[in-house]
């Protein structure tokens, strides 16, 4: 009986947001859904983490409920020594618990999250790797450096690279997504931190995916995060350094694909900035290779975030 209602909660509450509020009012039932997290059949508990992963994708209740009820931590309880499925479940709902605005993301750090997800990104279950991946990928965004720092080296890079090559396309996007969230600009330093311990490995890694037979939408995510690398101060020389890379960017810039023309519009903006130090060097650089030509060529677009990109990188030239 119990397995049944939490089943049917789970699946009338996957979309509907008024839903998943009389649901979680409904009196006892938190406490309920808690106590067969740990106690419950292996079957009751399947079915209460599916109604709590369903329940999870509401931002109020990740805020309020989740909290109060400390959820995470016989969900955390779950994620060793369960079986496949409810491990599986059980991971995607942490995705959602790691999310900026849930209270429980600092807990569930604190907790060994980070060594526990980076083992399910070696599992052969490819919804295992997809939901250690996603995790860690949550957890790194807005993230403090030493939480990125731990991430990357619990990691490892030989594994990173067995991420960007897995057969799953939904693995390589999340794991070039940890890449972009372990370099965004909350701090520059934050940027010229990680390429000075990993700007190689993490280099090579995003000329594999821009030399790969890849679709446009993960070539864009490598490209975006290039434009990351380009907005630090110490890391853009990993690019200008590169003149492979830097080709690389230039033929993009022409690609037919208008995404991936705009990241790397984006990326040449970031590196001629004119109030970084440096930035003069940089602009005679490029008008060698050509982009000055290249971005007045681009003027011509029909599109309109293109020529606002292309628009603003052309007013950094001195």
Not at 51 to 79: E, I, Y
């Amino acid at each position: 009986m119990v397995y049944a209602a939490f089943l049917a909660y789970a699946s009338i509450s996957a979309n509907d947001e008024d839903i998943r509020k009389k649901i979680i009012e409904t009196e006892g039932l938190m406490d309920t859904l808690v106590t067969c997290l740990a106690n419950g059949s292996m079957k009751v508990c399947l079915a209460s983490v599916r109604c709590l992963h369903s329940l999870s994708r509401s931002v109020q209740q990740l805020r309020t409920s989740f909290q109060d009820h400390s959820v995470w931590k016989p969900l955390m309880k779950l994620l060793y020594n369960s079986p496949e499925d409810i491990l599986t479940a059980a991971s995607s709902t942490l995705c959602n618990l790691l999310l900026e605005f849930s209270p429980s993301k600092e807990p569930i750090m604190e907790s060994g999250a980070v060594e526990m997800l980076c083992s399910l990104t070696r599992r052969d279950n490819p919804a295992l790797r997809l939901n250690g991946i996603w995790a860690l990928m949550n957890m790194a965004f807005q993230a403090e450096q030493k939480v990125k720092s731990s991430i990357l080296v619990a990691l490892g890079t030989d594994q990173l690279f067995r991420l960007l090559a897995d057969p799953d396309v939904n693995v390589l996007m999340k794991t070039l997504g940890l890449l972009r969230n372990l370099l965004t600009t909350k701090s520059v330093g934050h940027i010229d931190f990680i390429m000075g311990v990993h700007g190689k490995q993490i280099m090579q890694a995003i000329i594999l995916i821009l030399e790969g037979d890849h679709s446009p939408e993960v070539k864009e995510q490598a490209l975006c995060i290039l434009a990351n690398v380009a907005d630090g101060d110490a890391a853009k020389e990993f690019i200008m350094s590169n003149e492979d890379v830097l080709k690389k960017i230039t033929s993009y810039m022409v690609h037919s694909n208008v995404k991936l023309q705009i990241a790397a519009t984006f990326c040449i903006s970031n590196l001629i900035w004119n109030e970084k130090e440096g930035a003069y060097e940089r602009q005679l650089r490029l008008k060698e290779l050509g982009v000055q030509k290249l971005l007045q060529q681009l003027l011509g677009t029909s599109d309109p975030v293109l020529f606002d990109k292309v628009k603003k990188a052309l007013q950094q030239f001195s």
